[in-house]
């Protein structure tokens, strides 16, 4: 199946690695004019201006999705450029430090609440205003297949990604008359810095870890960025607020 996205505008957070950069890559490959964002304002500025250089249209862009007022500007910028936008994949998420709820704080629950759950609302609040406008769009918020089950000693995180799967479903029911598709994909175990930090950095437990999932390895992050383009093209036109596994088989019971 070829997907294209000439024409269209996208928009992906979390853009200077791991799922957002590989999502960022394929959505410019497909033809479409790419706008990164990212906290990490020099990192993705670097990887857009690689990208640039293979002859693809980008905008690197600076935001903290934990900032509503840098989530507009990012939007707003989005528009000023390229004068409307058509996808979106809400990518932008933080793995929770590893402690008990009762060991815990509220600073710690805050600080991956306001990233992983009120950030994807930012995000949604103003890219479905600008798609509204438009009459037309679709959004892939990233969440996890934590969102599917429990996980001791990561409360703040396993939440917040159930926060985003109920969040999508409802935008998904709000939108779909207006011509806006809203999605969600729940990750398993993918090759990215947030995976590692899962188990601390510690390679060998890294390593255990991907053998133990079913298909006995890792997913890749372009493999996570196909199902979103996917969920994005008119090839699937009929998925509206659902949440697709990328897991391997992780959560097969």
Not at 17 to 40: C, N, P, Q, T
Not at 115 to 135: D, F, Y
Not at 137 to 155: D, E, F, M, Q, Y
Request: glycine share 10%.
């Amino acid at each position: 199946m070829n997907i294209s996205f000439e024409n269209k505008v996208a928009l992906v957070t979390g853009a200077a690695s791991g799922m957002g950069l590989a999502a960022a890559k394929a959505f410019a490959e497909a033809g479409a004019a790419v706008v990164m964002a990212d906290y990490r304002e020099d990192v993705v500025k670097q990887q857009a201006e690689q990208l640039a250089a293979e002859g693809y249209n980008t905008l690197a862009v600076g935001c903290d999705v934990s900032d509503d007022d840098s989530v507009a500007a990012m939007v707003e910028k989005t528009v000023a450029e390229y004068g409307r936008l058509d996808v979106a994949f809400n990518n932008a998420g933080v793995m929770a430090n590893i402690a008990p709820i009762a060991e815990s704080n509220l600073a710690e629950w805050e600080r991956v609440i306001g990233i992983n759950l009120r950030g994807v609302w930012s995000c949604l609040h103003h890219e479905l205003r600008q798609m509204e406008k438009q009459g037309s769009g679709a959004i892939v918020n990233n969440a996890s297949v934590g969102a599917l089950t429990g996980n001791p000693g990561i409360a703040s995180y396993i939440a917040s990604k159930h926060g985003v799967v109920g969040l999508t479903r409802t935008a998904a029911l709000e939108s779909i008359k207006k011509g806006i598709r809203v999605n969600a994909v729940n990750p398993g175990l993918i090759d990215t810095q947030v995976a590692r930090d899962v188990v601390s950095g510690d390679e060998e437990a890294y390593t255990q870890f991907a053998a133990s999932v079913p298909i006995g390895r890792a997913g890749r992050p372009e493999e996570v960025a196909a199902v979103v383009l996917w969920l994005c093209s008119s090839a699937a036109s009929y998925i509206v607020g659902q949440a697709i596994t990328v897991d391997g088989g992780m959560t097969v019971p």
